[in-house]
């Protein structure tokens, strides 16, 4: 999507708001994980993107639940990655192969 001037959806918009809506989620485990990437999409993202959008329509945009939809999408990954990176350091000893003992 292009803009006049700049355009608002960019990279780097989405990852800052996967980092707050992680950041969220770690404070808040029992608020619903869609329910915060969309605090997190509303507080990065400028009116023009969201709020503007939903108020021309009468609902959410599609362009507003887009991005909604991609940021629990990524933090979904985020998350993963964070539990087998976690599973994975506290396996590691039991991942080592035996020790070889010679019996006689």
């Not at 800052?16 to 619903?32: C, E, K, N, P």
């Not at 362009?63 to 976690?86: F, K, N, Q, S, Y």
Request: glycine share 2%; charged share 25%.
């Amino acid at each position: 999507m292009s803009h006049e001037y700049d355009d608002p959806v960019t990279a780097l918009a989405i990852d800052t708001a996967v980092s707050v809506a992680l950041r969220l989620h770690a404070q808040r485990r029992a608020v619903l994980l869609d329910d915060i990437a969309r605090e997190a999409v509303d507080a990065v993202f400028c009116h023009c993107v969201t709020r503007a959008a939903d108020a021309s329509m009468g609902h959410t945009s599609p362009v507003h639940e887009g991005l909604i939809a991609e940021v629990t999408r990524l933090v979904r990954l985020a998350a993963d990655d964070c539990v087998v990176d976690t599973a994975s350091e506290e396996s590691f000893p039991a991942s080592d192969p035996p020790a070889w003992i010679w019996r006689a």
